[in-house]
């Protein structure tokens, strides 16, 4: 047996166990996938609601898991990964349970509406506390030394689990109704269940237990970065489509499959990337490779270039996460990771949120293209944040 096969084996075993643990993310995602694409068409066509009120229904979900990050890693640090993923689950199954009721009162539509929101909001919260769990109980598992690689196979679970999960939701909807998705997200919840029930979890750290806002602080530098890179996931995600109608282009849904593709592989063919060169390094890169790609498709005189900015921003975001992730949780301590990894969560949440409003505003006055320029100035921005951070680091050390 030659020296490498050790390393390889131990690293296939590795793997396996985290795609084990990162099962129950793909499960959470997959039922936030399944209704994405209907649910907006569905307030506004069948309960006679206006667009805004769609764009609202679809957006209390990440508002309440923005909300419920704080409790989703206090959580996870005092009670147990495993216990975090299990309520989560229930509170999906709850979801489906809402949702599918909510059918039962179309001809009263405010009620009706109220029941489904309630379903938006207890799905908000199983993606919080999953969302933390999942990562909290991988590093765990694996070892901090495999934090990277964990929040790598999280994202691919995610990013995947939506991609499957919104074709096969307007699939079941044409097939069968809307309550069908709520019963669905029911059956995926009670598999997960089912599946969990006889997985050893890890113990709970004992030790310092820092409050949520205590442990915001110790990765907002971290966390600000990958605000910075992440506003273009935001900004190309919800306007990608609105630029090509401006351009008189079509195949807008190709940049999205691009961006997806090139996120996903650049993932798995660099998933040791931040062990090897360190997370200040590959995010610095990163978010430099995006904002080239977010000014190709400023200055793109044809689809093509489009395409390929789009590409280009998939492959720069991919590893920003994991490589500030694996920084900012070094500012924690271990019995506190849950709440270190919710904290840094945040930032995510708040670069989905402020993107919308905020490009839209710029592209009122400037037009589609600008919303890119912005963008890549704003990763520029963060390779600035971060070269900083680099410095400060080896200073201290």
Not at 73 to 92: E, H, M, N, P
Not at 223 to 234: D, E, H, N
Not at 352 to 364: F, S
Request: net charge positive; glycine share 12%.
């Amino acid at each position: 047996m030659s020296a490498l096969e050790p390393v390889a084996l131990q690293s296939t075993t590795i793997n396996r166990q985290i795609v084990s643990i990162v099962f129950y993310t793909f499960i959470a995602f997959l039922c936030i996938g399944l209704p994405i694409a209907v649910l907006p068409g569905y307030v506004h066509e069948q309960l006679g609601f206006s667009a805004i009120v769609a764009g609202v229904t679809i957006g209390l979900q990440y508002f309440a898991t923005l909300v419920s990050r704080p409790m989703a890693g206090r959580v996870a640090d005092s009670l147990g990964s495993k216990r975090a993923i299990i309520y989560g689950l229930f509170a999906i199954a709850a979801s489906g349970l809402v949702t599918a009721a909510s059918t039962l009162l179309v001809s009263m539509p405010l009620i009706s509406l109220s029941v489904l929101l309630t379903g938006r909001v207890l799905l908000g919260l199983a993606q919080g506390l999953i969302g933390v769990a999942t990562l909290s109980w991988g590093i765990s598992q694996a070892g901090v030394a495999h934090t990277a690689r964990v929040i790598s196979w999280n994202g691919i679970a995610s990013y995947g689990a939506i991609a499957i999960g919104a074709p096969l939701g307007v699939k079941l909807n044409q097939l069968l109704d809307f309550a069908s998705l709520g019963l669905v997200l029911v059956a995926l919840a009670l598999l997960a269940l089912l599946v969990i029930r006889n997985k050893p979890s890890v113990p709970v750290v004992t030790g310092e237990r820092l409050r949520f806002w205590a442990a915001f602080g110790r990765v907002a530098p971290c966390g600000v970065g990958l605000t910075l890179a992440s506003i273009g996931y935001g900004t190309l995600t919800t306007f990608v489509t609105l630029f090509y109608s401006e351009r008189g282009w079509v195949g807008a849904a190709w940049c999205l499959s691009a961006f997806g593709v090139c996120f996903i592989l650049t993932r798995l063919l660099f998933v040791n990337a931040v062990n090897r060169w360190g997370g200040y390094r590959v995010a610095g890169a990163c978010m430099a490779a995006e904002a080239t790609g977010l000014t190709l498709l400023w200055l793109a005189p044809s689809p093509l270039l489009a395409l390929l900015g789009a590409g280009l921003t998939g492959a720069g975001l991919s590893l920003v996460y994991p490589a500030l992730g694996v920084e900012a949780i070094k500012q924690v301590p271990s019995s506190s990771r849950g709440a270190g990894l919710g904290a840094y969560a945040v930032f995510f949440d708040l670069a989905l949120a402020i993107a919308g409003p905020l490009m839209g505003a710029v592209a009122a006055q400037q037009g589609y293209a600008a919303i890119f320029c912005i963008a890549a100035l704003l990763s520029l921005s963060g390779v600035g944040l971060v070269l900083l951070l680099s410095w400060r680091n080896a200073k201290a050390q």
